[in-house]
């Protein structure tokens, strides 16, 4: 998505653009499976932030290439020891109502934790979030301008800002789920990031792109068409050769050179300046040491029947939530009692699934390879998601199966290069954001920029988006000085 949006936003201004893709079709985790009939979003199933895709096609001048619509309820949640399903409104009046008998002043805890997240966003989203910093010194330089009422939050985890905000379980744990979204859990997310949970009730809420995600990709390649960009699939970059401090070109695994003046990295900005640039800094041992999201185990299911009882968007949390939620990310055995979300993409997508049938897609949060390697078991994981999900929606739907495919986190390592399988690159730790996370300038070879979740400012589709702008800004820049 990074890569793809700065390729238009380049494109339109007048540069000559190429661009090389390893795999072949475009789109990196932001995918496509078609098989049997059906199709599946492979990645993300909804996006947030809808106003930067709108100044996304401003700044390019174009109408937006895809068509969305809101959704409400955002998604629905249910616990393994409650018949409650609940739905997550943004009218809070109609979502309070749901939390009368466990939460009584649900609804006037609920405005002034949204108070407080939405205090966060608008007071560091465009100093922080939205800028380029070229050096640490002026990102704290920067830090230092934010509000210092927000400093108690530096210190607190996720979790327990939302404890200190809520007394029940199933409040504490609604809130909490954003956090995953981040690709680590509520215990080891930094309790600055609860400003996602304005974005989501307040801000803008959640959207469905009419006819899957994948339209926001296809899209764009036919705007990136209109001006003639050129895209080369199933082309790896392996090695490089360098000039006078500037790279020259780069060559594939078949030994075919590509020469730019400006070359600007997709791939996983950590991954790549190991893997391809041979950095001390990003070697192997030492990327293990760096914090890193967490693994996804990822099934496609094609059905042959409806499921009416099923909304859209669903989570699905066992009974343990702490426990689960503190050791999903290192410990296997925790896999035993999984949580995992379900999309029913053929639920507003019909073209998605043959008539009469549904396309599934569940996402459980899983260790990467760093603590799970082998996933010889994964067979019986997901076995063991079908059973649990047929038992709560009182519909077995084991025989209903017509198409199955899974992606463990070897396989996501695979596709997209991304480091023992972490499903988002690198983690939103401290000493893990802003200017602490890889520049997307090169730090050896001026002419070579990054884009994309494990480089400014991070993981998700509207932060792609920014990364866009961001890496647009550093070449028109550099470009300025030739």
């Known amino acids: 998505m990074g890569g793809l949006a700065t390729a238009l936003r380049l494109a339109k201004t007048g540069y000559e653009v190429q661009l090389i893709e390893k795999n072949k079709q475009a789109g990196g985790r932001l995918n496509q499976l ?24 401003k700044d390019c001048n174009i109408d937006l290439p895809f068509k969305y619509v809101e959704l409400d309820p955002l998604y629905s949640v249910n616990f393994s020891d409650s018949p409650k399903t609940f739905h997550l409104y943004k009218d809070i009046k109609k979502l309070s109502e749901q939390f009368k008998d466990i939460e009584p002043d649900f609804e006037q805890k609920m405005v002034k934790y949204l108070k407080k997240s939405g205090s966060l966003f608008h007071d560091t989203v465009d100093l922080v979030i939205k800028n380029n910093f070229d050096s640490v010194f002026s990102y704290l330089i ?33 809130v909490s789920l954003v956090a995953f979204f981040l690709g680590r859990t509520p215990f080891d997310t930094m309790a600055v990031y609860t400003l996602l949970s304005y974005t989501e009730f307040k801000h ?31 082309t790896e970059i392996v090695e490089f050769v360098n000039k006078n401090k500037k790279l020259d070109h780069f060559i594939d695994q078949k030994g075919i050179q590509w020469t730019a003046d400006i070359f600007l990295v997709n791939a996983d900005a950590a ?53 689960y939620g503190t050791n999903v990310s290192q410990n296997p055995d925790s896999l035993q009692k999984p949580y995992y979300y379900v999309n029913v993409v053929s639920k507003l997508n019909t073209d998605c699934a043959p008539e009469g049938c549904e396309s599934l897609f569940f996402v459980c949060p899983v260790p990467n390879l760093l603590f799970k390697p082998s996933w010889e078991d994964k067979d019986q994981i997901v076995n063991s998601i079908i059973a649990d999900f047929s038992k709560r929606i009182d519909k077995d739907i084991s025989p209903e199966i017509i198409s199955k495919t899974i992606y463990t986190p070897l396989d996501w390592e695979s596709q997209i290069n991304l480091h023992r399988g972490s499903g988002l690159g690198l983690s939103h730790s401290m000493l893990q954001i802003g200017a602490f996370r890889p520049a997307n300038f090169d730090e050896k070879y001026k002419n070579v920029f990054y884009v994309g979740a494990s480089t400014i400012p991070g993981a998700g589709l509207p932060m792609a988006i920014i990364s866009s702008k961001l890496s647009y800004q550093r070449i028109v820049k550099y470009s300025k000085s030739l």
């Not at 301008?145 to 409040?171: I, T």
């Not at 959640?206 to 699939?233: A, D, H, P, R, S």
Request: proline content about 3%; aromatic content about 16%; hydrophobic content about 35%.
């Open 142 to 174: 920067t830090l230092m301008r934010v509000n210092p009422k927000h400093l108690d939050v530096l210190l607190l985890s996720f979790w327990k800002q939302v404890k200190r905000s809520f007394s029940s379980k199933e409040a504490q744990q609604i």
């Open 271 to 323: 991954v790549f300046r190991g893997k391809v640039f041979k950095r001390e800094k990003y070697s192997i041992p030492k990327m293990d040491k760096m914090n890193w999201t967490m693994g996804y185990l990822t099934i496609y299911l094609g059905i042959k029947c409806k499921l009416p009882q099923v909304n859209h968007h669903n989570y699905y949390l066992g009974s343990n939530f702490e426990e």
């Open 204 to 234: 803008d809420g959640y959207f469905n792109v009419e006819g899957g995600m994948y339209k926001i990709v296809e899209g764009i390649l036919t705007e990136l068409k209109k001006e003639n960009v050129k895209i080369t699939y199933d």
């Open 34 to 57: 078609k098989k049997d009939g059906f199709t599946f979003d492979t990645g993300p199933s909804f996006f947030s932030m809808s106003y930067e895709f709108k100044e996304f096609a």
